[in-house]
Every structure is written in C-alpha cells, then in structure tokens.
C-alpha cells in the first residue's frame, strides 16, 4: 500500500476524512491549525471545512452536526479548548448521534502558548475516552477509532496530541476510505434538551457506562502490556514512547512495560504491571496524569517514579536525554558542532508592520501621562511588550485586554488603554466590549485591523471587509468616538492626535487602526 508522508496534524486531518465527515471545524492556534488546514486543502465535495469566530462556536457547529447524524471533527490548541470547556463538559452528557472527535493539540514546553496544561485532565472530567498517539500512523488510525467509539458509546471523543508530534512529518499508510453517513435528525431530542428532569437522566446514563468505556480501554490494543526485568516497570504514554524506545536498546535487561495509548487509564493492566515489578517509572508527556492515578490505585509499598517524585522534569518537553537519565543510563557523550551557533534572534514585528506604526503613535499620545495603562491580548501585537515599543503590560486570555483595561478604569488608575486585534475581538472581545458599554467604562479601545489571523498563518479574518466599525457601533459605543485610524509612518502625528483626543475624552472610546499585514500582502501576491 502507498505510503504518505504527512505531520501529525495532517495525519489526524486524512484520519477523519477517510473516516467520512461531513463537516470539521475550528479556531486556529499552534499547534493544531495544520489539521484544518489540510481538511480544507484536502477534503472531497460535500465536506464542509470552516474556521469559527472561537473555539465555543467550533464545537457547537459539530454538536449541531453530531444531532443531525453525521461525523464532525472539531480542532482547537489547549487552551482553545478552555473556550469551549462549556460545550465540551455538555455535550458528554447529550447522547451524540453522528460520530464526534475532538482534536486538541497541547503544548508542553510552551512554545506558543501561555501554560502546559495537560488535555488529558479535561477527558477525564467530561468523562469521556481519550485517545493519545504515540506516532503519525497512531494519529491516523486513532481517528477512525475515535469516531467509532463516539457512535458506539454515544459521547464525543477526544483526540490528544503534543506540539512534537503535530509538527512531525512521517510516512503513514492510509485504509480505505468510509461511506459518509446520511443525515438524519436525531430521533430523540429529550436526550438534547438538558433541562433539570432530562440533564439528571443523561447525567445518570453517562455514568453508567463508565465501566463499559473502561472495559474498552481495558481491551484497547493501544494499551499494550509486556512482559519484561521485574526490577523496574515502565510506564509509557503517547509520544513519550518514542524517548523511552530510543533508550531502551541500553538497559542492561529489557524492562516489563505498559504503554498507554487509550483512556480512560486501564487501572487492571497497570495493576497487573504492579504485580510483577519491583518499581514503576511513569514517562508521559505533559501533567503527571498517569502517575497521580497510580498513586492512588497501587500499594504504597511500591515507590513510583516520574515528575512528581522528582526523576523527570515536571515542566518542560521530555527528550531523549532526560528520559535516559531516568532510566538511569549514563548520559550520551556530545557531539560537538564544528559551526559556530546561529545568532540569536529574538522573536519581532516584522519591518514595516501595521501594529508598528500604532505603537509609536500611541506611545507619543500616552507619553504626557504620568501612569498610564495598556492592557493587551494574544497576536502578533503582543510582540508591542519588547523593545523598541514597550507599549503593552499585559497578555493573559483571548480577549482578556478589554474587561482587564475596564477592572483597571474602575479601580482609579488611568488612563486605561486595551489593544486588540480584529481576530482576537470577533473571537473573545465582543461580549467584554458589551459589558463596558453597560458600564460606560472609562476606557480607550484600540483594534488592530490587518484582516488576518497573521500569528497563526494568515487566515482570513472571520469577518473581513471592514465590519468592524458597524459592529462596534452596533454594540452601543457612542459613534461619535468611534474614530478609524490608518497606521503609517506619514501618518504618526495625525493618529497620535486620534489617540490623544479620544484617551482625553473620558468614556468609552474605539480607535480602530485598518492597515493589511504585510506577510498576508505576501501570501495573496504569490496565490
Ligand atoms: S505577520 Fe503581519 S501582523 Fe504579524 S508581525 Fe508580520 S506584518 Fe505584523
């Protein structure tokens, strides 16, 4: 059969399309948004491939597609997926029809995100199976299987994997692709309408079947336990199967082990490893998950090894070298490059960007004040925090920069500044806008329009096109102080008068900066 060579991403993409979706959807973030990409490249007729205003409004479309009985796939970064943790807790409860997997891709060692955090916990609190590829095959194949316990078990399935692993390129043999189902209403909306009397009834029918979808997990080829040297056990998870096969050739005795690769934890086949080692080393990418559970599950007498005892780093991305300490091999000797190390280079606007040009200018109308603040969000303009700009202080959650820069207002310090890009408000900066115009907040809002999602490749924005300004008018913002900006050099006094006027005005204001980003300029010249 003919070998593909594709990352993990595009892996999990080809997985749900042989899978036969009708639809997938998403938000773009590192590092999931080749996933989308490659369905939208690479997807049949009839499939609908969209992005969404957010990662809420991604799962309530796949939601919308599981009730009308056919196969969704939704993809989101981590902390995406903490944007649509309410969809995502309700819809383990509704009894989904057509297949539903949810493609999560985390980012232990923060390259670029704002924490580690570990999807693995989500799974476990919706209560519904997860499954975590240990390569580009696994992520393939996993997806068929994800789609087939959605429709077996009726709740959605998660599919987890790491920023290694998403952005690694492999071959991968493909299988035949499936039959899209037909649509098809579900024939039982009371099991949809989550009010107390059918939310109780649901509740109860998601429970009852945890033991079946830990039987399964049990059963699950993907939780593979071998027979091995009694002195330690090893535990493997995902992609941290790779760091422990590259190792493992140097151990003086094979260890017994058990590789993990389908949730819920299969707690009989890490009993039945405990019953024969001494010892167990838990290797898994990510939070401690695994080993926090052991650690409640197995006699204290046996000492359980992993981040939480100390033998592997508790942050950071695990590598070869830091499993091969664990497991106790001295380290490798280095190579050492014969070529001196690049420079360094610190991450930067690029020359001649948009958001540039609105720093300066803001940085000149802010510069008479004695304390003022400028809360920001999550783009390219957070790079505006480093030198030479030193224009922003914060950077926290999607869409944080408004109701941040209203709690500022309110506690007396000022003047009060948010900045935000167009993406970034369609996706989380609307409702926090509301809430300043019910408060006739004492803030200046500065949007970047540059039409892109430039931090994530250059996707369009949801809504191109200059709406802005008719949306944030149509939110409440008095007109009047609804001021629109073009950011260029030639223009710096003039939009630093803007940003002066409307700081000075005392209430709500929006200054809306319009230039296009140069690199998404770039990418429609070459198209
Ligand atoms: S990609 Fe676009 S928005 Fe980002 S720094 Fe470059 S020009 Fe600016």
């Known amino acids: 059969m003919e070998t593909i060579q594709l990352l993990g991403d595009e892996a999990i993409a080809r997985g749900a399309i042989d899978s036969g979706i009708h639809a997938a959807y998403g938000y773009p973030g590192t590092p999931s948004t080749e996933i989308m990409e490659h369905i939208m490249e690479t997807a049949p007729k009839g499939v609908t491939a969209s992005w969404c205003s957010n990662e809420k409004t991604a799962y309530e479309a796949a939601l919308g597609s599981s009730f009308a009985g056919v196969r969704s796939i939704v993809t989101m970064k981590c902390v995406g997926l903490n944007v649509a943790a309410d969809?995502?807790?309700?819809?383990?409860?509704?009894?989904?029809?057509?297949?539903?997997?949810?493609?999560?891709?985390?980012?232990?060692?923060?390259?670029?995100?704002?924490?580690?955090?570990?999807?693995?916990?989500?799974?476990?609190?919706?209560?519904?199976?997860?499954?975590?590829?240990?390569?580009?095959?696994?992520?393939?194949?996993?997806?068929?299987?994800?789609?087939?316990?959605?429709?077996?078990?009726?709740?959605?399935?998660?599919?987890?994997?790491?920023t290694r692993l998403a952005h690694a390129r492999a071959g991968i043999v493909a299988r035949p692709p499936r039959e899209r189902n037909v649509p098809k209403?579900?024939?039982?909306?009371?099991?949809?309408i989550l009010m107390p009397m059918n939310a109780k009834r649901r509740w109860h029918a998601l429970l009852s079947i945890q033991g079946e979808l830990l039987a399964a997990s049990e059963e699950s080829a993907s939780n593979r336990l071998e027979k091995g040297d009694c002195r330690i056990g090893v535990v493997t998870t995902g992609l941290a199967r790779a760091y422990y096969d590259e190792n493992a050739p140097d151990l003086p005795a094979k260890p017994a082990r058990l590789h993990i690769g389908s949730y819920p934890v299969p707690e009989g086949k890490l009993r039945a490893l405990a019953s024969m080692v001494d010892s167990i080393l838990v290797i898994e990418e990510g939070s401690p998950f695994v080993e926090r559970r052991l650690r409640g599950i197995l006699?204290?007498?046996?000492?359980?090894?992993?981040?939480?005892?100390?033998?592997?780093p508790?942050?950071?991305?695990?590598?070869?070298?830091?499993?091969?300490?664990?497991?106790?091999?001295?380290?490798?000797?280095?190579?050492?490059?014969?070529?001196?190390?690049?420079?360094?280079?610190?991450?930067q606007l690029c020359q001649g960007c948009p958001h540039a040009d609105t720093y300066t200018a803001l940085n000149l109308a802010l510069a008479g004040y004695e304390e003022p603040v400028?809360?920001?969000?999550?783009?390219?303009?957070?790079?505006?925090?480093?030198?030479?700009?030193?224009a922003i202080e914060s950077c926290v959650d999607m869409g944080a920069s408004i109701g941040m820069a209203r709690g500022i207002a309110d506690a007396g310090l000022g003047p009060s500044v948010a900045v935000i890009g167009d993406s970034t408000f369609y996706h989380s900066g609307m409702t926090p806008l509301v809430d300043a115009v019910s408060s006739k907040a004492n803030i200046t809002l500065v949007i970047l329009d540059n039409g892109a999602v430039a931090m994530t490749g250059c996707q369009e924005t949801i809504l191109p096109g200059g709406a802005l300004r008719a949306v944030v008018e149509g939110l409440g913002v008095d007109p009047a102080h609804v001021?629109?900006?073009?950011?260029?050099?030639?223009?710096?006094?003039?939009?630093?008068?803007v940003f002066r006027e409307e700081v000075a005005y005392g209430g709500l204001s929006v200054v809306i900066a319009v230039r296009e980003c140069l690199?998404?300029?770039r990418r429609g010249r070459k198209s």
């Open 185 to 192: 209403k579900c024939d039982s909306p009371r099991d949809w």
């Open 483 to 497: 001021r629109v900006i073009e950011p260029l050099p030639k223009n710096l006094e003039a939009n630093a008068a």
């Open 374 to 390: 400028v809360m920001s969000d999550i783009g390219c303009y957070t790079l505006g925090a480093l030198p030479p700009y030193d």
């Open 87 to 162: 969809p995502f807790m309700n819809s383990s409860v509704v009894k989904i029809g057509g297949g539903l997997v949810v493609a999560v891709a985390d980012d232990p060692g923060m390259h670029s995100s704002q924490n580690e955090q570990d999807s693995r916990f989500f799974a476990d609190f919706g209560k519904i199976p997860c499954l975590e590829p240990a390569d580009q095959q696994e992520a393939y194949d996993m997806v068929r299987e994800a789609f087939d316990l959605s429709e077996r078990f009726h709740v959605p399935v998660m599919v987890r994997v790491v």
């Open 519 to 521: 690199e998404s300029a």
């Open 314 to 347: 508790p942050e950071g991305e695990l590598n070869p070298e830091n499993v091969r300490a664990a497991l106790g091999l001295p380290a490798l000797k280095l190579i050492e490059a014969k070529t001196l190390p690049p420079p360094s280079r610190p991450p």
């Open 299 to 312: 006699p204290q007498s046996i000492p359980i090894l992993g981040k939480l005892s100390g033998a592997l």
